[in-house]
């Protein structure tokens, strides 16, 4: 049985695979990258993962590192479909953007990128390639070295959110796309692509994560009671919370247009003006982030399509357009839950403890060697041919885990209470 035809606009070089395979059957090219993600146990790792909040805090209602990744999904398959590209390989590329994330979130990623500071360093989306097109065990060369998932050349560079390495990063930034030594599968799905500049999917990825984040990690702050809206809503202050969105944005807008952005969001008429847990103020909230996804949603399509003027979308055929209106009201939401979440004082000393609870378990893994790795790091460890690569397998190790099993690793290999 042959397989089903491409999409428009996708031609059989976006299907191509790193190592080519033969399949039989009904499934797309596209639709078999999608189910290799939902099968692979990184995949399902992102369940312990945190979010914002992390899953061993006791709060079992808010989102982890997988329903987060299910709603940016959902959201990024809607854009797909408005804007005509191949929704399997938006779907697919939102379901796996955060695969790279190591225990306790952000934070976590910081730890991981001061320890491995000469050996490369650490970034999250970086890290999300490595396991799609290494680590997770899936497919190997005919030298027998593992090539992860062997995901197609589209859905790969869907997955690209930054498309440069370490060294090439923008002056200030810290974001980067790949590591070194995974240069030779990143310069295969990047044939044919205009240097630095993310395709069309990587960009509904990108939005719908931001949307998903901005919308999602302010329902959860709410729910947790990190955020009060009384105090959102009261005026005292106000000028303080701007600079403090503003501080977060860090010059990307302004606090004019933050402040104006503001003002928009809270006339929505489900905007909350208190907060005492009831169905009521439940489905209020939650009917409040549908109006706010509908509404990034709707003007960053129509902005698109007008924009590519009848244009082809698919892989390089236009880029994605954000309101800056928009971009502003999604940067004043974000930056409700940094200040009120991420940057709270009373978070800093959790946080401070997990960075240090990740720091001194790679060291300890390090001072131990390969023999208190699992197999497959174990085995990177040993085959290593620098002392840089050998770090590399042991963060790789430490990244995998959960946060509830990188507490555990800590507990066994450091021999020290945790308090």
């Known amino acids: 049985m042959a397989e089903p035809a491409l999409p428009p606009g996708y031609g059989p070089a976006d299907a191509e695979r790193f190592v080519p395979e033969q399949h039989r059957g009904s499934r797309s090219d596209f639709a078999r990258d999608r189910a290799r993600v939902i099968h692979s146990s990184g995949w399902r790792r992102l369940a312990a993962k945190t979010q914002v909040l992390s899953p061993t805090a006791g709060i079992d209602f808010a989102r982890n590192r997988l329903t987060h990744s299910l709603e940016v999904a959902q959201i990024g398959r809607e854009l797909a479909s408005s804007l005509d590209l191949a929704q399997d390989v938006v779907d697919t590329a939102c379901l796996a953007h955060d695969l790279g994330h190591p225990p306790f979130g952000h934070n976590g990623e910081k730890a991981l990128n001061e320890w491995a500071a000469d050996a490369g360093g650490f970034e999250g989306n970086a890290q999300t390639l490595r396991i799609l097109a290494r680590l997770e065990p899936k497919h190997f060369a005919p030298d027998g070295a593992s090539v992860g998932l062997n995901l197609t050349r589209a859905t790969l560079d869907a997955s690209c959110k930054y498309p440069w390495s370490r060294a090439e990063a923008p002056a200030g930034s810290a974001k980067f796309g790949y ?61 303080s919370l701007i600079r403090a969105v503003a501080d977060w944005a860090d010059g990307d807008v302004s606090s004019d247009e933050l402040a104006a952005a503001y003002d928009r969001i809270a006339l929505t008429p489900t905007w909350l003006v208190r907060w005492d847990g009831s169905r009521g103020h439940q489905a209020q909230l939650k009917n409040f982030t549908s109006d706010m996804i509908g509404r990034f949603a709707r003007a960053s399509i129509a902005a698109t399509l007008e924009s590519a003027d009848g244009a082809p979308l698919a892989r390089y055929g236009a880029d994605i ?99």
Do not use: N
């Not at 702050?221 to 959102?232: F, G, M």
């Not at 609870?357 to 893994?365: K, Q, V």
């Not at 085959?383 to 590399?392: F, L, V």
């Open 179 to 239: 590591f070194a030594d995974d240069a030779p599968v990143f310069e295969w799905l990047r044939q044919g692509a205009p240097e630095r500049r993310k395709c069309s999917e990587a960009q509904v990825m990108d939005l719908s994560d931001d949307i998903a984040y901005s919308v999602h990690d302010f329902e959860d702050a709410i729910v947790s009671e990190y955020i009060d809206p009384e105090i959102l809503t009261s005026r005292t202050g106000h000028d």
């Open 321 to 419: 357009v954000v309101p800056a209106e928009i971009r502003a009201e999604i940067a004043v939401l974000k930056g409700i839950v940094a200040a009120f979440v991420m940057s709270s004082g009373r978070r800093q000393p959790t946080y401070r403890r997990q960075r240090e609870l990740l720091i001194e378990l790679l060291d300890a893994l390090w001072a131990a060697g390969p023999t208190a790795l699992e197999p497959a790091f174990a085995a990177d460890y040993r085959a290593a041919d620098s002392e840089a690569g050998a770090k590399r397998a042991v963060v790789d190790q430490v990244a995998s885990l959960t946060d509830q099993s990188a507490i555990a690793w800590y507990k066994e290999h450091c021999d020290v209470p945790l308090v």
